[in-house]
């Protein structure tokens, strides 16, 4: 295996110094890299901030099932070139990763393509209809040893349902993961309904019926002790009602996508599928409050909710495209531009919100570590200085509904490191037959 | 304007224009010969996703009064119903060299994405789209209010007038209606005063950004002497698509919102009744209030297609097919002189 000098990089952001990745661990930092890097392959990462490897809560390969969208090995391309080192596939294929054997099957598609880890997420329920639980503990007993449960794209609404889920995986520390979206509220729901619903004539999807999920499933999950995930929370309600949790001592965490902290919906106007998100993207009031739950802890993780989709299913009217956006290749540089370089968070907060706390969350033992002698070498290094405009075709997710296309977003992936191993140098992907 | 997709396309001396012209191209329906030459060698395509037989044929009859192609294209029983899309059945009007798009659309915003997305070059024109416009109603309403309540009780000529002053209310399923929504934005521009009456759970969140007053209270707004009241058909399609118990029961709703013959006493003498139809007579409306003197709904139907041909002139006539004359500043120039209607 090659070993890497990274010469002048700033591990958090901090100070420059050398690190020497070694046996796909971190195996020296400064002067004593330097000493043992002689025969490495240096990397010069003067000013460039080094992150450990990014983690994904929540992410949507596709495969099986849609792989003209997407497929694990496109998407865990995305993913490298992200930045990220170890990503969730969720559970809504075709077939639903509802038994052992279709998350063995994914599991066994990203390990074969090597980009970065695919950790499949189990779906809470069988075929993720709400009614019946699905064989959770055998997912977490699998090969893929699934420990994050979602039946994301669908709310787990029956109360009755998500309270046994809830108990249920405190067998083997699972955590589930809701999408929290009150059916009822938001049948026929196009977008955020708000001034510009009603403007547009698109039938509304209220905040409250994001929030009123939420609160009952933190009150659920204290009554049973367990652990519950919010995925892609998107209002100031929902972000009280977790401040609120956590100072209850809840074991609750929650998450924010790249769109949600930086997009409003005011895009909505054009009727460009594009922005058809679920959630739908907010108000800039909720825009401020969830950046504002990032930087002050409320919300733990920031998860991409990387949704691609053929093109024929956005190149249509609105009502008839579907909901979702790609974010992969983009979701640090959004990160960087709303809270980074506004001084909201240091790179050290990035490294807890992308990195660290999704891996706490996963339970996956070797994500998200100090950057430290002995520590895997999963590692990112980006640019935080350089600048480019989003153009999805030459993206490498299979799908093109960016809604940052043809925006400028501030820094670049530099490389990635996979256990030590090299999947991404001079800000491009380093193909199978050029590892060693 | 390239094209015309909602009523906040039009500033207000557009507006006026499109009226103008309208009461110009009604001139000529009352003559022996209806049909003008002026778009003779252009094509509509009337693009129907949704039934609509009076609008259709109300854009139908001004093409031809005009004498355009009129190619009429019903999503029902054709390569639609078969699973084709709005995207690839646009291509093939543009294949056939379609000049101006009439689009029905059950989904809000269809229009605009056909309008921009490059897959048709000819000027799109908003039939209705889901809850979100229909700007010729709005037109012909707003034309209609002018011939009765501007100038000398329509006598005088009302040519280059707008309606301010005029108080409007528009009564009614304001949620599902884009009919409301337009004529909301058209009657501000031309400077009339907007009140909406509804119940609560029919009047949209967000409303409080629209340029009009909000009462639950139809009696009460009966009693200032609107001049004009603007019933709105409840749609109770839309409904029961959307989980339906808006109100708790039609009778209810009659006492609280319905136009009938008590209500109609209390309006000035002055004072008309629109309706965009079809009525549900009985519910919104009574057959007394429906039928009484007050009431302009034929009429609207007649200035329909004024309004509609004027519409289609103001895009079409001049320049090349699909584009239209202007200053390249969203300004309208148009010859309306019966030379050039005629030429």
Redesign the interface.
């Known amino acids: 295996m090659t070993t890497y000098l990274l010469t002048g990089a700033r591990p958090l952001g901090g100070d420059p110094t050398d690190v020497l990745l070694a046996d796909g661990v971190v195996a020296a930092l400064g002067a004593q890299a330097r000493r043992a890097g002689g025969d490495a392959h240096v990397v010069e990462a003067d000013g460039l901030v080094l992150l450990p490897g990014l983690v994904d809560l929540h992410t949507h390969l596709r495969e099986p099932g849609r792989e003209d969208a997407e497929t694990v090995e496109s998407g865990t391309r995305a993913a490298a070139l992200g930045g990220f080192t170890a990503v969730h596939a969720m559970a809504n294929t075709t077939p639903t990763q509802d038994t052992a054997g279709v998350v063995e099957q994914v599991w066994r598609l990203g390990r074969d393509a090597g980009w970065c880890d695919v950790h499949p997420v189990g779906a809470v329920t069988v075929g993720l209809a709400g009614e019946r639980l699905a064989e959770l503990s055998a997912m977490a007993r699998s090969a893929a040893a699934v420990r994050v449960f979602s039946d994301d794209g669908r709310c787990v609404h029956d109360p009755v349902v998500m309270r046994r889920a809830l108990e249920y995986v405190k067998a083997f520390d699972g955590v589930v993961a809701q999408h929290a979206q009150e059916p009822r509220l938001t049948e026929g729901a196009q977008m955020h309904e708000g001034v510009v619903s009603a403007e547009l004539g698109l039938t509304g999807w209220p905040s409250v019926a994001e929030e009123a999920i939420v609160a009952r499933d933190v009150l659920l999950a204290e009554h049973v002790g367990s652990r519950l995930h919010v995925l892609h929370l998107s209002t100031a309600g929902s972000v009280e009602i977790v401040r609120w949790a956590k100072a209850r001592g809840i074991d609750v965490t929650a998450e924010v996508t790249p769109h949600h902290l930086m997009l409003t919906d005011e895009r909505a106007r054009g009727y460009d599928p594009r922005f058809k998100v679920n959630p739908p993207l907010r108000t800039a009031e909720d825009v401020e409050a969830v950046r504002e739950g990032l930087a002050d802890g409320t919300i733990d993780t920031v998860g991409t909710d990387h949704a691609p989709h053929a093109r024929e299913d956005k190149d249509c009217e609105w009502a008839a495209a579907a909901f979702g956006m790609t974010g992969l290749e983009t979701a640090l540089s959004v990160v960087q531009a709303v809270m980074v370089d506004t001084g909201r968070m240091t790179w050290v907060d990035v490294a807890r919100v992308m990195s660290s706390a999704p891996a706490r969350i996963g339970r996956l033992t070797g994500q998200g570590r100090p950057i430290a002698p002995g520590e895997p070498a999963n590692l990112t290094l980006v640019d935080p200085a350089a600048r480019r405009v989003v153009v999805p075709e030459q993206q490498a997710t299979a799908s093109v509904n960016s809604p940052f296309a043809g925006q400028e977003l501030p820094g670049s992936v530099v490389a990635t490191f996979l256990r030590g191993r090299a999947t991404v140098l001079d800000g491009a992907l380093v193909e199978q037959g050029a590892r060693v | 304007m390239r094209h015309l997709l909602s009523a906040a396309d039009l500033d207000r001396d557009e507006a006026v224009l499109v009226l103008d012209t309208a009461g110009q191209m009604a001139a000529t329906q009352a003559r022996e010969i209806k049909k003008l030459p002026t778009l003779r060698g252009r094509t509509v395509v009337n693009l129907f996703f949704e039934d609509s037989t009076r609008t259709r044929i109300s854009f139908e009859t001004a093409a031809k009064r005009l004498s355009a192609d009129v190619i009429n294209f019903s999503a029902k029983g054709s390569s639609v119903s078969k699973g084709e ?3 690839d059945t646009a291509l093939t009007l543009q294949a056939m060299g379609a000049d101006a798009v009439v689009i029905r ?6 229009p ?3 309008a ?1 997305s490059g897959w048709t070059h000819g000027a799109v024109v908003n039939a209705g ?5 229909h700007p010729t109603q709005a037109l012909l309403d707003a034309y209609t209010l002018r011939r009765h309540l501007v100038g000398d009780g329509g006598r005088a000529d009302a040519t280059g007038r707008d309606l301010a002053g005029v108080h409007v209310a528009i009564v009614g399923d304001v949620l599902h209606s ?1 009919v409301a ?1 337009s004529n909301v934005q058209l009657l501000r521009t031309l400077g009339a005063r907007v009140t909406l009456v509804a119940p609560p759970t029919l009047v ?7 340029p009009a007053e909000v009462s639950y209270d139809l009696d009460e707004v009966l009693a200032t002497g609107p001049d004009a009241v603007m019933m709105l058909r409840v749609q109770r399609e839309r409904m029961s ?3 339906g118990g808006f109100f708790p029961s039609p009778l209810e709703y009659t006492r609280g919102y319905g136009l009938d013959a008590r209500r109609l006493a209390v309006l000035p003498d002055h004072a008309v009744v629109l309706h965009p139809g079809p009525m549900n007579r009985g519910l919104e409306i009574s057959a007394d209030a429906a039928d009484s003197p007050r009431a302009v709904i034929v009429e609207q139907v007649a200035n329909g297609v004024a309004v509609r041909m004027a519409v289609l002139y103001l895009l079409l006539a001049g320049g090349e097919p699909g584009a239209r004359t202007g200053d390249g500043q969203g300004r309208t120039h148009v010859r309306t002189d019966e030379t050039r209607a005629h030429a």
């Open positions: 899309s709005l995207k659309h059950q989904a809000s915003g269809a605009h994405t056909l921009y789209d889901g809850m979100h416009q884009r929504r949209p969140v967000g409303v409080h950004s629209w698509s959307a989980g």
